[in-house]
């Protein structure tokens, strides 16, 4: 569960190489999925063609001193082996690192096209990766970057391994990156940035404008310094209930409950250290007791109270120890549920120790960091279930949810049946009694106009005399009803006589019409006249 890590103030270097590492793939590489390698003869030959092609020679016939296989660009070797010239020996894929040395790594960049300054790769940078997490191994990534190469991109590495197990991180000895070439870089290099092992810098072959021309003779040396930084101290946290006896890495606990946590804190630097800060980070749902805290040292066998509660907040100084020794911090939290879920709820409660360390200015501290785990069950009472116009095994339940009679039920929960009269429901005929039909009868049933009665007031049809109500009457009602005048004598045709059949029609504009309708009606006069004889 331990952590050790080496902390960076520039927040932006971080972001860079955290980017460059997740592309890491181990040893070497390009984003083409793997290069062809030429031997020098087949270049110049021409199987090479015009392409700008970085890193691809691969010739075991070059002489001693030689890079004979370029895909493995990067190495490191021991700085204090001076510099031979030829005659230095790189190691290519691991190198052993011990305390207090310093380490070139060299990183190699050759443009393969033998065309000289007629096959200038352009936007030419390099950059070195390196670790950001504490260990016994440490890999270093060197890339190669042109826009117009194919391919594009390059990458190998070098792993440095601790001698003696110890972790350690590598800190970069700023100002130290240097190119060289017979060109800008001649008689002794020039300064590269600091960038070279963040976001990468340019270099070139006149200057540093990221052109680099094609062949053996415009070939580049980018070199940077690092030393190994071993841990520094150790660090262990533990946590137990008030009725334990002994501390472990988890424990169960319940809500209100106190737990107390332990951390352990060594030095495992070469060199007695000072000012060394703990800091603890309580998750939420653990609360911390005031005045709680207790440190147990050489000088405190026994223990000593704290006066300072700020061991949750920015940390506390916990003073200077020598080589070797150790100390204890013991502190109480009592469980709270301000965020807990239902179940099982893990608490995970993080312990810092910090150390300062490096020689770089970019690098403020080294830190170790370990955790303890309380596990707390929350229970939560289920909602009850309610029952609204449900049936459970043979129970009836009513709207309210309330346990009824069937009686009850049926008349709370069950639906009426809906009865359609001359509807079409989902493409069902329901006739005017709400019986299914088919589509015939639904028309003739709901459908069809109804022929409204016909009323006859005052009218004499086929014989039969209807009064003023419409009602059938008898002649001499029929003649007093409809044909007494005001002075008592008959002086108006019937409705049905010449006159108001021929003058309403004539109003259409008729003549044959007119005297259509005069004849029939001359029909009836005479049957009018024969029936007063």
């Known amino acids: 569960m331990k952590k050790a890590i080496k902390l960076v103030t520039m927040a932006a270097a971080v972001a860079t190489v955290g980017a460059i590492t997740t592309a890491i793939v181990s040893a070497w590489g390009d984003n083409s999925g793997g290069r062809r390698t030429y031997t020098v003869a087949e270049i110049n030959k021409g199987d090479l063609g015009n392409k700008i092609v970085f890193n691809s020679i691969k010739d075991d016939s070059l002489k001693a001193g030689s890079i004979k296989d370029e895909r493995n660009f990067v190495a490191a070797r021991d700085a204090s082996t001076g510099n031979n010239g030829v005659n230095n020996v790189w190691q290519n894929n691991e190198i052993?690192?011990?305390?207090?040395?310093?380490y070139i790594i060299r990183l190699y960049v050759h443009n393969n096209n033998p065309n000289g300054r007629n096959a200038v790769a352009k936007d030419v940078s390099t950059n070195f990766s390196l670790g950001t997490v504490v260990s016994t191994e440490q890999r270093v990534d060197g890339y190669i970057?042109?826009?117009?190469?194919?391919?594009?991109?390059?990458w190998d590495d070098v792993v440095f391994k601790s001698n003696n197990g110890k972790k350690f991180y590598l800190d970069y000895v700023e100002?130290?990156?240097?190119?060289?070439?017979q060109g800008v870089g001649k008689n002794g290099g020039v300064k590269l940035a600091d960038n070279v092992v963040t976001n990468g810098v340019k270099i070139g072959y006149d200057s540093l404008n990221g052109e680099v021309p094609g062949c053996y003779s415009f070939d580049n040396y980018i070199t940077i310094e690092v030393k190994p930084v071993f841990e520094s101290s150790e660090i262990s946290k533990t946590v137990r209930k008030l009725t334990d006896q002994k501390f472990s890495e988890s424990v169960n606990a319940t809500i209100g409950e106190t737990v107390e946590f332990q951390i352990m804190y060594k030095n495992l630097n070469a060199t007695q250290v000072s000012n060394t800060t703990l800091r603890d980070s309580l998750p939420k749902g653990l609360e911390y007791v005031a005045n709680s805290t207790k440190i147990y040292n050489s000088t405190y066998p026994n223990g000593a109270a704290v006066t300072s509660d700020k061991l949750t907040a920015e940390g506390i100084n916990i003073g200077g120890y020598k080589v070797g020794a150790n100390a204890y911090i013991r502190f109480q939290a009592k469980v709270v549920d301000n965020s807990l879920t239902c179940g099982t709820n893990r608490l995970i409660n993080w312990a810092k120790a910090v150390n300062y360390v490096g020689t770089s200015t970019n690098v403020n501290y080294f830190a170790v960091q370990d955790s303890a785990e309380v596990y707390v069950e929350k229970t939560c009472e289920q909602p009850k279930e309610e029952h609204k116009c449900e049936v459970i095994s043979g129970v009836y339940y009513g709207k309210e949810g309330k346990v009824?009679?069937?009686?009850?039920?049926?008349?709370?929960?069950?639906?009426?049946k809906t009865e359609h009269k001359c509807e079409v429901v989902s493409g069902v005929y329901y006739g005017k009694n709400g019986n299914i039909v088919d589509e015939k009868t639904y028309k003739s049933e709901c459908e069809s106009t109804p022929t409204p009665t016909e009323t006859h007031k005052c009218e004499i049809v086929k014989g039969t005399y209807y009064g003023v109500n419409g009602d059938t009457v008898d002649y001499s009602t029929y003649k007093a009803q409809c044909e007494k005048g005001s002075n008592g004598t008959v002086d108006t045709l019937p409705k049905t006589g010449a006159a108001s059949i021929a003058t309403g029609v004539a109003g259409l504009g008729g003549t044959v019409t007119v005297a259509?309708?005069?004849?029939?009606s001359r029909k009836q006069l005479k049957k009018y006249y024969l029936s007063k004889k």
């Not at 100002?175 to 070439?181: C, D, K, R, T, W």
């Open 145 to 154: 970057n042109s826009s117009n190469a194919t391919p594009s991109k390059y």
């Open 404 to 416: 009824v009679t069937k009686e009850v039920y049926d008349k709370e929960c069950t639906t009426p």
């Open 516 to 520: 259509g309708y005069y004849l029939a």
């Open 96 to 102: 052993t690192v011990e305390e207090g040395k310093t």
């Open 175 to 181: 100002g130290s990156a240097l190119l060289e070439n």
